[in-house]
């Protein structure tokens, strides 16, 4: 056997210098990634630990915090326990409602009664950024809480509950003035005037929506907003009282209009339009006929539907979202807006619709004849108004 040349022999030398190379290298890149590895895992228990003291910090604040919630809210009822009417919450109106109904008589005594009555709730961005409203355009309802602002009793509230004169009964126009407990009633004249009622949500743009099928007077103050859902809200099975279940006795025979009343209607609507919620004087004729198919006057009204007298362009003392008027508002509606009508052997009745005032009247037969429309006195009260035209494009 040959012995190796010179070249082989530094050839397997080279080799073997360079396995030795790469075994030294592969060695020291392995110290190193270990050292590395050890000084991340180090850094990685350390903010483990101080994540952890981080949680726990703020889980001990919170638990202070609502302790101290808690003791807050227990001295400021406990402190008042015997003086019940001095206990007070931080609660405070989010917005306002811009409704066609300008006052309260006309507005339904419930909501979707009308379905044409639409309202703009504005809320005050101050109190409610535009992203609280994100997401209720995809529910078709919600419900609004409020406050009957516009009873004639509220100063019953800021007195001695025995001095308040509180009737525990109100009259019921379904039963004909019979009386009912409150309730068991709708009554806004309640311990604490706060209304509930659901609307259609026609749209939402920044910090308002447009609502439909409202029972709401112009000028509400509205407390909270709450989606509609049908799962929870909606129970099968639901009952109410036989009184409740009987025709309705408040629907007219029907609705027509005088010969004169559209062409007058068109003229008003020069000037109603530019404040107005809906596209036309068609649709807002729409509208007038809706309201008026449900008789809206009072119980005392309807028991004397024929004096001789003329009742005032702001008419009954009503609010919506209740079926019954107290005793109080009848006869404040009876003795203000009642005024002496020489030339009338039938009683007419004015309704404030959109800033106009409509004259009707009804006969024995419950038939409804809607004679005249004519600006309101009411209609440049609010000149930041919305319109039609700010929702035109979310409507179509």
Request: proline share 5%; aromatic share 6%.
């Amino acid at each position: 056997m040959a012995a190796p040349t010179s070249e082989a022999k530094w050839l397997r030398v080279t080799i073997a210098l360079s396995l030795a190379a790469i075994s030294v290298s592969t060695t020291i890149s392995v110290y190193l990634y270990k050292r590395k590895s050890r000084a991340l895992n180090s850094k990685l228990r350390e903010l483990e630990t101080s994540l952890k003291s981080s949680l726990d910090n703020c889980a001990s604040e919170r638990q202070g915090r609502i302790k101290a919630q808690q003791a807050l809210r227990k001295a400021l009822t406990q402190s008042n326990s015997e003086n019940l009417e001095l206990t007070t919450y931080p609660m405070a109106p989010i917005g306002v409602v811009q409704s066609c109904f300008s006052t309260r008589n006309g507005t339904p005594r419930q909501p979707l009664l009308v379905p044409l009555a639409r309202a703009c709730l504005v809320f005050n961005s101050g109190r409610v950024p535009s992203a609280s409203l994100e997401g209720l355009g995809e529910f078709s309802h919600c419900w609004i809480i409020y406050v009957f602002h516009l009873n004639t009793d509220l100063e019953k509230l800021w007195k001695h509950p025995s001095k308040s004169k509180f009737k525990a009964k109100v009259r019921v126009p379904r039963l004909k003035g019979g009386r009912m407990g409150v309730f068991a009633t709708r009554s806004p004249h309640r311990p604490c005037p706060i209304g509930l009622t659901v609307a259609k949500v026609e749209a939402v743009e920044g910090n308002m929506v447009l609502l439909s099928g409202v029972d709401l007077v112009d000028g509400t103050p509205v407390l909270d907003i709450k989606p509609y859902l049908p799962y929870s809200d909606s129970i099968q099975g639901a009952t109410v009282p036989n009184w409740l279940m009987m025709d309705n006795p408040l629907a007219v025979a029907s609705v027509s209009f005088s010969v004169g009343f559209t062409s007058a209607l068109a003229d008003c609507w020069i000037v109603a339009e530019k404040k107005s919620l809906y596209s036309s004087p068609d649709e807002l004729q729409g509208l007038i006929k809706q309201v008026l198919s449900w008789d809206i006057r009072s119980l005392s009204q309807r028991n004397r539907p024929h004096d001789s007298h003329s009742v005032s362009e702001f008419g009954e003392l009503s609010h919506g979202t209740s079926d019954l008027k107290e005793d109080h508002d009848e006869a404040a509606s009876e003795h203000d807006m009642a005024q002496d009508s020489l030339n009338s052997k039938e009683v007419i009745y004015h309704l404030i619709l959109e800033g106009l005032n409509v004259s009707y009247r009804i006969n024995y037969d419950g038939n409804v004849i809607v004679e005249k429309v004519a600006p309101s006195v009411t209609m440049n009260n609010n000149k930041n108004r919305c319109n039609y035209l700010a929702w035109r494009d979310k409507l179509r």
